[in-house]
């Protein structure tokens, strides 16, 4: 005699045995006005999203030591974070660092490991770091690595003896992007400011 789980039964005794979702509800093109019980305060207080297109024009590669570079994305200076692209150009290391927030990264181009892991992110794998870890950044690979970054909070770095540097957060980003636009003559993208 077969007997069906308590959940499953408990769900058809109340009539709410869950279809499932197969595709979103509406494929209409058009723009939807969904209805919004706080729609005065989000249209007063809610801040707009962004957009950042692919050109250099929106956000140029910025050195970031000799043999790296950073595309600026994003700076939210209410949450400490920060979103770039990171370019190492060829085979190299970033250096020893450690985070003081949450970091999420997806391997786009060539690939990348920390010497502390034996994994290796290739295009397409995630990388989910917790603050406090301390990990060294290298690639092996002689075309290099991209990494899309969003981090929150400071990084602190350490020099190969174990010796603090400096560290970087949001208010660092900024000014590393707006210096190298004022240097060279680039508008600064209010985009790029959340």
């Known amino acids: 005699m077969a007997t069906e789980t308590a959940p499953k039964s408990a769900a058809k005794r109340l009539g709410t045995d869950p279809k499932p979702m ?3 509800p509406s494929t209409a093109y058009k723009i939807v006005d969904v ?3 706080q729609r005065d305060v989000i249209k007063r207080y809610a801040v707009p999203g962004t957009f950042v297109g692919a050109s250099e024009k929106e956000s140029p590669w910025v050195p970031f030591g000799t043999n ?3 595309r600026h994305l994003a700076f939210d200076v209410r949450h400490n974070i920060f979103s770039n692209i990171l370019w190492i150009k060829s085979k190299g290391v970033v250096g020893t660092h450690k985070h003081r927030g949450t970091v999420v990264m997806i391997c786009l181009e060539g690939s990348t490991r920390y010497l502390e892991y034996d994994w290796v992110a290739t295009p397409g794998a995630f990388i ?3 603050p406090g ?3 060294t950044l290298v690639t092996d690979d ?6 899309f970054g969003w981090l929150q909070g400071p990084i602190e770095w350490y020099d190969e003896h174990g010796k603090f540097v400096e560290t970087s957060d949001v208010w ?3 000014n590393h992007y707006e210096t190298y636009c004022r240097e060279h003559g680039i508008p600064i993208n209010k985009q790029l400011y959340l």
């Open 133 to 135: 870890l301390t990990h």
């Open 142 to 147: 002689p075309n290099g690595v991209k990494l």
């Open 172 to 174: 660092w980003f900024m």
């Open 35 to 37: 209805p919004e019980l």
């Open 22 to 24: 197969t595709a979103p």
């Open 128 to 130: 989910y770091e917790t």
């Open 68 to 70: 790296a570079a950073i």
